[in-house]
């Protein structure tokens, strides 16, 4: 009991050092923790197709070739993906880079075809297609990294894959689109190793959405921290509570700033500029993190005051787009 006695003491000084930080490494000890919220955030089609366009998915493959793309014209592509919509696949699927290609391809074909406003092409109507959508792997590597527990083993891999796509005009033979995409992903089994598709195969299906959400508008899912303070504040507890509900993260923002108004506390503060954000009032979400980042210096300050700024450019730049839109439509009709 003295010996008890005696550690607690020892780490009282510790303790009164450790509650003036920003965030207290003891906080999950003292009940204090972070939460997460999110909310989804509209995007514009990257490459707005017609309606009803009709798209061909031409097999990914496990080797990107760049060097079939001249000047961001496809013509090896264009002029060769009817025999590679008609031909056999099934031999350019082996190993792991292979399962990992032949899921993407299922994956956007489904994509494409569950879409009300595109129409698949296959092989049987190739001929139709006005769009291409393909690519291949651009980087791969695994690591593996076992070990033994309680006499059990353990197998834990990580799988890094790079992905390049492309969207083409058939008509054109234009690359009118084109990005990489990167996956960095490790799952931890018991036993034997595990086959990397069964590592990212989730990741492969966000990004089979995401490459053809360039040709539609689409919401993003945006998730932010709020941090919880070492104060007996009611108000700030009780924005905490209806920060966990997007109906009423209003309210709890203007909790928050009445907090910092009449305390200082950073949490608070930062949390009100968060809320902000997600409520989508960016140019006062941007004000107000900026105060912070100026006053406090933290690192959480100032990454999330880069991505309220990246996400104003993209805003300005949507509806810079959107206007110049307006205005073609006009001047056509």
């Known amino acids: 009991m003295k010996k008890f006695c005696k550690f607690i003491f020892m780490l009282i000084p510790v303790w009164i050092c450790l509650a003036g930080c920003v965030t207290s490494p003891f906080g999950f000890i003292l009940g204090f923790d972070d939460i997460l919220l999110s909310a989804n955030f509209p995007r514009r089609a990257e490459y707005q197709l017609p309606p009803r366009a009709k798209v061909a998915v031409i097999p990914f493959q496990d080797t990107f070739n760049d060097g079939t793309v001249v000047g961001g014209v496809a013509d090896w592509m264009v002029d060769n993906f009817f025999a590679m919509l008609q031909g056999d696949i099934s031999n350019f699927f082996g190993g792991e880079r292979g399962s990992i290609v032949h899921r993407t391809t299922k994956r956007v074909s489904q994509e494409i075809e569950e879409d009300p406003n595109l129409v698949l092409i296959n092989k049987k109507n190739a001929d139709q297609a006005d769009y291409l959508i ?20 353990y197998c834990t891999k990580e799988v890094f894959v790079s992905i390049r796509y492309q969207l083409v005009d058939v008509k054109t033979k234009e690359i009118v689109y084109t990005e990489e ?17 069964a590592v990212v195969s989730d990741d492969i299906d966000m990004l089979a959405k995401q490459i053809v959400d360039i040709t539609r508008p689409h919401e993003v899912k945006v998730t932010e921290r709020i941090y919880l303070a070492e104060t007996k504040n009611k108000d700030f507890k009780t924005a905490c509570k209806l920060a966990k509900k997007s109906e009423t993260f209003g309210k709890a923002q203007e909790l928050f700033a009445k907090v910092y108004a009449d305390e200082g506390i950073y949490q608070a503060g930062y949390n009100s500029a968060v809320l902000l954000f997600l409520n989508r009032d960016f140019e006062k979400a941007l004000e107000e993190m900026h105060a912070m980042e100026e006053k406090f210096h933290t690192k959480e300050a100032e990454k999330a005051l880069e991505r309220i700024q990246k996400e104003i450019e993209y805003q300005q730049k949507s509806q810079m787009m959107e206007s110049s839109q307006e205005l073609l439509e006009v001047s056509e009709n």
């Open 134 to 153: 393909s690519g291949g792997i651009t980087g791969f590597d695994t690591s593996i990294d076992r070990e033994k527990k309680d006499n059990r083993k």
């Open 181 to 197: 995409r990167y996956i960095d992903r490790q799952d931890t089994r018991e036993g034997s190793e595990p086959h990397a598709i």
